[in-house]
């Protein structure tokens, strides 16, 4: 089993919709990121957070520490969100990034 | 640019030759990482350096793989005697500082390189 496992693997949405990405991980962490990456390779760094909420436009990361999840919401989603979506936690232990394998999403106009 | 910069971004060779994967980190950032994302795969970490201090090879996946930083710079990863599953695309990211419990900072990555052994 995965340490950190996302769900759902594969996600279609129209234009428009309200998008939820599911991260649940069963290691101690100290941090967690949320990363995107783009059809052409390049990962970009959108959350790092280890409580709480955080909101960057369109995009909000939510973490229970204590149910070790964490979701990515994306509202009002728009073709430019097509990517692959990765959950990634700093190990408390390792002091390293656990990732799971990614959400790929295409959003349609 | 000001990111972190990976060369080349795509390398096509023969099993059985050695190769040599470049990571320019962001000015000032004192933490390097190389993973690996092998097709349908996550992400793997490979190696971390961090400052002067001996690096963490603990990811690497065989004595072929080995992973200099020069002047506390760029990086260079070698892979000697390639074998195709080391087919993948190998990201090179960067820090201020170690993502330790007494850091709070994000990794920046690179567009990474694209290797594709025949």
């Known amino acids: 089993k995965n340490e950190v496992e996302q769900s759902p693997q594969n996600l279609t949405a129209q234009e428009g919709e309200f998008i939820t990405i599911n991260c649940s991980y069963s290691?101690?962490?100290?941090?967690l990121h949320w990363l995107q990456q783009h059809p052409g390779g390049g990962i970009v760094s959108l959350f790092m957070?280890?409580?709480g909420k955080k909101k960057h436009g369109r995009l909000i990361a939510t973490i229970n520490i204590q149910e070790k999840h964490s979701s990515l919401h994306i509202t009002a989603s728009h073709p430019r969100d097509s990517a692959v979506y990765i959950c990634a936690v700093l190990s408390y232990n390792t002091d390293k990034l656990i990732f799971g394998t990614g959400t790929r999403l295409q959003v349609f106009p | 640019g000001a990111g972190v910069s990976q060369s080349p971004s795509n390398k096509v060779t023969e099993k059985g030759k050695d190769v040599e994967l470049r990571c320019d980190p962001i000015s000032g950032h004192t933490a390097l990482y190389w993973y690996r994302q092998s097709l349908g795969q996550g992400l793997e970490f490979l190696i971390y350096?961090?400052?002067?201090?001996?690096?963490?090879k603990s990811g690497l996946p065989s004595d072929r793989f080995s992973a200099e930083r020069t002047g506390g710079s760029v990086s260079t990863l070698t892979i000697q005697r390639t074998q195709q599953e080391d087919s993948a695309v190998y990201l090179c990211?960067?820090?201020?500082?170690?993502?330790?419990?007494?850091?709070?900072?994000?990794?920046?990555f690179g567009d990474g390189t694209r290797l594709s052994i025949l």
């Open positions: 290691v101690g962490i100290s941090a």
């Open positions: 957070l280890s409580s």
């Open positions: 350096f961090q400052g002067n201090s001996a690096p963490d």
């Open positions: 990211a960067s820090s201020l500082e170690g993502s330790g419990l007494r850091s709070n900072q994000p990794q920046h």
